[in-house]
């Protein structure tokens, strides 16, 4: 009976996230926008007709590592070497300013804490929460406006990839000051230790893809290997080095993104995630969400917990792009293309339950700041590329027409 539950489940989550999909294209909006919309229609906050389930949330965690496998894949190798650094400096006030804006957030409604208190582990818990972003969101926008392989879009997955990395580091050293039995200094090495596995193992990957890829050009054999190969590094990633599995996933793409094939495995694994995982994934987002335990105290919190980590991003992101030579609009791209949160920030927030540094109650002000940010990201970054595009139209008309009149001068 249970089996057959999961199948209507998975019927209903198709069905609404498309159609909220198509409706939100329809309305000018990115189609992610309407998926989790539809999470939010059919979850508990509505109508009620899913419930999230540990199977649900394993296709979701599918689902999001086939994206970021794809936008690996699709990553301009030269520019991502060439943004490395950029990408560092944004990550690093990327995570900076949310984690010191949310411990000052926290004391600013429930009082000031020393240091070694309790009070004061929750304080900075609450800004660690804020430091994690979910680039998944992010790329999909990104996709749909044509600009993941931007300077701009390539910037924010780097960026957004090494914000991971340091907010998982920050999150295991201020559970190490909590509990003296967990050891900090073993996920720096561990972190290390991954990406030196990476380069040299993925070397050795590369150069074999590379001689099958020339041995057997465009044959499906590619994107099956590709996509084992995906999930082996994702499973490695997080079971041996302790790092996201996503990280693992997207330094899957970048290891085959030079192979002459790389996108036919695109083209691939675009079916899959379009057709099923990704409005599994995105729709699972709306499914998390439920407002019973909500009070006036949790919604005022909630609402300056989602505003606050909102404007660090942007404000941290956005004045580092800045002092890195972007433009100020293309610095404020990168800052809003931060801001999302999503699978991160949840396993962040239940890595705080488990070990007592967050009280339940207020796990709907991540939820909150999740729906929140991932439906304003796309939106905004439209908008964005909208008016540029509107600009740059208008100043090539100016052009031609001071050419035009320079022309009938010169007759």
């Known amino acids: 009976m249970e089996t057959y539950s999961i199948l209507k489940d998975l019927a209903i989550i198709v ?14 909006a990115p189609q992610v926008v309407g998926e989790i919309i539809a999470g ?3 979850g508990p906050c509505v109508l009620g007709l899913v419930q999230q389930t540990e199977f649900l949330s394993q296709m979701a965690e599918i689902g999001v590592i086939l994206l970021m496998f794809s936008a690996g894949l699709e990553t301009d190798l030269k520019e991502l070497l060439k943004t490395g650094p950029i990408a560092f400096a944004i990550a690093c006030a990327g995570v900076f300013i949310p984690l010191v804006f949310g411990t000052l957030l926290y004391m600013g409604f429930y009082g000031y804490a020393p240091w070694g208190s309790e ?76 990406f030196v596995f990476a380069v040299i193992v993925g070397f050795i990957s590369y150069k074999i893809f590379k001689w099958v890829d020339n041995r ?30 996503i990280t693992g996933a ?44 909500l009070n006036m105290e949790v919604l005022w919190f909630s609402i300056g ?54 009280n339940p109650v207020y796990f709907t002000s991540v939820i909150l700041l999740i729906i929140t940010s991932s439906v304003a990201t ?8 909208l008016r540029d595009e ?14 035009t009149h320079r022309d009938e001068e010169e007759e």
């Open 40 to 42: 939010l229609l059919i």
């Open 390 to 403: 509107k600009i740059e139209n208008r100043r090539d008309h100016e052009a031609f027409l001071y050419k």
């Open 305 to 358: 917990f989602v505003l606050v980590a909102l404007i660090s991003k942007i404000v941290g992101c956005g004045f580092m792009a800045l002092a890195c030579k972007f433009r100020p609009a293309d610095s404020l791209k990168i800052g809003i293309g931060m801001m999302t949160r999503g699978e991160v920030a949840l396993i962040v927030s239940q890595k705080g339950l488990s070990v007592g540094l967050l």
């Open 119 to 194: 009070k004061f582990f929750t304080a900075v818990f609450t800004g660690v929460i804020m430091t994690a972003t979910s680039v998944s969101i992010t790329v999909q926008s990104l996709k749909e406006l044509g600009r993941l392989k931007s300077k701009v879009g390539t910037t924010i997955l780097s960026a957004a990839i090494i914000d991971d990395v340091i907010g998982i580091v920050v999150l295991t050293f201020v559970i190490g000051f909590k509990n003296p039995e967990s050891n900090p200094a073993s996920v720096v090495v561990s972190t290390v230790l991954f």
């Open 15 to 28: 069905i609404f996230a498309k159609t909220c999909g198509i409706i939100a294209r329809k309305l000018k």
């Open 216 to 245: 057997y050009p465009h044959t499906r054999r590619i994107p099956i290997a590709g996509l084992a190969y995906c999930l082996a590094l994702s499973y490695i990633a997080e079971r041996y080095f302790g790092i996201a599995d």
């Open 378 to 385: 796309p939106i905004l970054l439209k908008l964005l590329y």
């Open 250 to 293: 997207y330094v899957a793409g970048i290891i085959l993104c030079s192979i002459k094939d790389s996108d036919y495995i695109v083209e691939k694994m675009d079916i899959n995630s379009y057709m099923f995982f990704g409005p599994v994934f995105f729709a699972s987002i709306g499914l998390k969400t439920n407002i019973d335990n």
